[in-house]
């Protein structure tokens, strides 16, 4: 492996790392993210289970296409 090559991975892999923290920043500002009506929450005064399966699906669905016109956009 050339090193050129190897810089381009931690390149794309350090942009990668940003663009999450900066999903995972801004996530609590997005409105209806994490309180679908398919999530499931349990809970009492002492311990609370959460489970988010819409959101998961949601969020499955838009990575799928964003990934999907990424990877159709490179080979073009």
Do not use: C, E, K, N
């Given at each position: 492996?050339?090193?050129?090559?190897?810089?381009?991975?931690?390149?794309?892999?350090?942009?990668?790392?940003?663009?999450?923290?900066?999903?995972?920043?801004?996530?609590d500002?997005?409105?209806?993210?994490?309180?679908?009506?398919?999530?499931?929450?349990?809970?009492?005064?002492?311990?609370?289970?959460?489970?988010?399966?819409?959101?998961?699906?949601?969020?499955?669905?838009?990575?799928?296409?964003?990934?999907?016109?990424?990877?159709?956009?490179?080979?073009?």
């Amino acid at each position: 492996m050339d090193i050129s090559q190897v810089g381009r991975a931690l390149l794309v892999a350090g942009l990668v790392i940003a663009a999450l923290g900066l999903a995972l920043t801004f996530a609590d500002r997005v409105p209806f993210l994490g309180r679908l009506p398919g999530d499931i929450r349990l809970g009492d005064d002492r311990v609370t289970v959460y489970v988010p399966i819409a959101t998961s699906i949601l969020l499955s669905i838009v990575l799928t296409v964003v990934l999907g016109l990424v990877s159709w956009l490179g080979r073009r």
